[in-house]
């Protein structure tokens, strides 16, 4: 009853909470770390929630990547998304099974991935890029997490608009997201949202003032912090350091101008 | 080709950014506001995106509502899970379409109509509450979102266990956590991820410590702020107030014991 | 050995967390509160750390008023200074005992109360306002934390300069902070620090600039957030909402041009 | 009438944002840097303002160092205070010129010499601290800053109690405030403030549950977070990363218990 690893499955290798890793697991190879050698051969035909033992005796556990697990794991030309940015992007966007979703900056197929695996099996996302490069590290990283059936890439300029029209919704990743709304509106179906992601305050600014006067309203614009706790029986307390900022989130809805 | 409002369907009505509702069109009913009494009648068969007159002349917006809008609207007989934990639960938990999920502690059902969203079409989400008065509310909140097909309400005590078996994700929102992971662990996948919300400190050391002795591991405890952001032409700043907090939420996978 | 409390003295008069205020002991008053009458008479002869009892029979103890007591009861004409702040800028500018400073924006004059009575005895601070209306309310405020003889106001336009020559630091609050860095420039030793604090990211973004354009090196902009824990045996989390935003801060040294 | 740099002064040598030292100016040193070599003979009859070239015909600036670089630049066997918490310390328990302070646990000194600096030259500082080898280091630390002479030096157990009576406020920056609780308040005044300076959330609740139990009120515990912001033209947003945690402060007021 239980799911048995195949060769090609995806895997994440944990021995503690700072060493794991996502692993494809490859009959052929064999997986070097300070604790020993382990053979993912011997990984074939367990069950998610097993161990292997390295070539030194230690366990290490074979458990369900989450797609958090295989963003750490991209090929990164491009800065990634945060899951922190990404859960609020899906949800301020509605992006779930059966939408339409057109993306604007695919860089390193973060969001990509994940907007992927929602929209299925009904939906389909279409993402554009200029960047020919970041287009094939976005196919192969996308390929790993089983949702590239469900992506159109387009190695085209998101400035000159989008080929698809009433789109669910658009999300932009773009350094100059005012340059791109206006084509956003066009393939945005009326009511519905558009997000986009900004590291600079600067950029937010131009991004709110260009929505407001083409016919977005609804703008809002949030920061997300994650910290992470050390739990430890008596002594838990927030971790020393974190990520102080990624970028800002804005959103907003398309009206129907007269 | 643009869809057409129909008598029962769920708008966003926004007049501006503090005064916008959710509202079931309702061809017999007149809204209420301080700009005027806006007839829903005569927002069928507009299109999301147009503008309705209230009686004093003022426009309001149709909008699109997302899943945050909804859940504003939530009645709550117990606190509501705000976006911004709800985000990195669906990423963290592998929540999409096809999964199979237990939620123990249904609550007013927010959290249970952000999963049921993600799941569909084929996939299923069975939520837990020993409180039918809370179970009662949940499913008035969730049916509105279309997506309570995709759920089985079952009015039992989680502490209990669960009757499923195998799941994908499992997601506690209960004041005694500890208390539902033996029987967590019993019906979740191996290698599967488990969830845990909870407002205090201590709550989060004890669920911790509870993982760890129940063959769980990779446990993480994170919180997540977020701040909203005020942007205008030349003066831009973050807003004045904020949640400071809701709750702590802490992740781990479930291994094999010997 | 105990100091006894005279007429004329301020106390913090505390009955719970929630309910505390600053009180000016005088005589001839009486204090109402949902309690019960306090008759502040009574109050005189007693000891900080006793208590008083109401008309009702409560307990309100009488405290030693800390300056940020003084501050949440000072008169507000402009929005106040929050320990959080004063304190980054007291050590940041230097202020200590013997100083010698200058405060363009005098406002509430709630910095004012602050550097003041840590400049004493051998220092000065010297505070510009052009408005006559704000520095009367700050002499009010500031009279009250016993400062006042250390204190200079000066009703005059900080856009012009200031009297004094050669202080140890400077601390700007007006929403100009670029216009009157060249003044600051000319009464500041050199290699010595100026502050500023700002609302919007936009005034921090000129005010760099302008320093950097104006001989001040070692600029460094920084926020400050306080969140409040509710303390409770097992039952311990941040309190619910904080102030999420007060304003940034600014520091930089003086160079010697050629 | 300006100041010269004399031998054995301290001064903040600057060559840019990241890289600046706080130095002990001696005739006969000379200071390596990747820009090249200072003569700090040289620096000897300068303006603080001005800069010395070195070797490589670099400017290195002079400034004058605020206490927040002697902080930096302190040895410490222990965690050292931050800023952004000392600030609140500071303005919490009204340290100034002219007070009586209690400090239990010395440490490094960075508190200790923060403290000194305000209460001189009137007031004076009392540290405990059992390990004579922290006591020896903080004695050379706080030497640098100038206020020894306010300090006064116990290498004796806070648990035991302390030697002074009828101080202004006490300090606590030890592993277990609750022990040092009940000697704390024999020496306080009455109504007087009480802080500590924790890591863990458990410590705060073990603090704040002693307090409540010994004739303390007015008890509040809180942290406080620093950002850091990247200023440039067109590109301003806070850095990437930050100081996610230092440890929680509580305070409290002392009352006489019949």
Chains 1, 2, 3, 4 share one sequence.
């Not at 057109?102 to 200029?130: C, F, R, W």
Request: hydrophobic letters at 40%; glycine letters at 8%.
């Amino acid at each position: 009853m239980m799911e048995k690893i195949k060769n090609g499955d995806y895997i994440l290798l944990y021995f503690d909470n700072r060493r794991k890793w996502l692993i494809n697991v490859d009959k052929n190879k064999k997986f070097h770390t300070h604790k020993g050698i382990v053979d993912l051969e011997r990984i074939i035909g367990l069950s998610y929630g097993e161990f292997v033992e390295s070539s030194l005796g230690y366990r290490f556990w074979i458990l369900v990547p989450s797609v958090c697990n295989f963003l750490s794991a991209f090929e990164r030309p491009t800065q990634i998304i945060y899951p922190k940015d990404a859960g609020l992007i899906i949800l301020k966007l509605g992006i779930a099974s059966g939408k339409r979703i057109i993306e604007a900056g695919t860089g390193s197929g973060s969001l990509t991935a994940i907007m992927a695996q929602l929209v299925k099996p009904n939906g389909h996302l279409y993402t554009y890029d200029i960047n020919s490069r970041f287009l094939n590290f976005a196919k192969r990283n996308v390929r790993k997490t089983n949702a590239i059936d469900f992506v159109t890439f387009e190695n085209l300029d998101a400035k000159e608009g989008f080929k698809e029209s009433d789109v669910d919704a658009i999300m932009i990743d773009l350094a100059d997201p005012w340059n791109i709304i206006p084509g956003a509106y066009n393939s945005l179906k009326g009511g519905s949202p558009l997000g986009s992601f900004s590291p600079t305050i600067n950029q937010v600014e131009k991004t709110v003032l260009a929505l407001r006067s083409n016919c977005f309203i609804n703008t809002e614009s949030i920061e997300c912090l994650v910290r992470e706790m050390h739990i430890e029986k008596g002594k838990s307390r927030p971790t020393s350091r974190m990520i102080a900022h990624t970028g800002y989130l804005t959103f907003a809805n398309k009206i129907i101008s007269d």
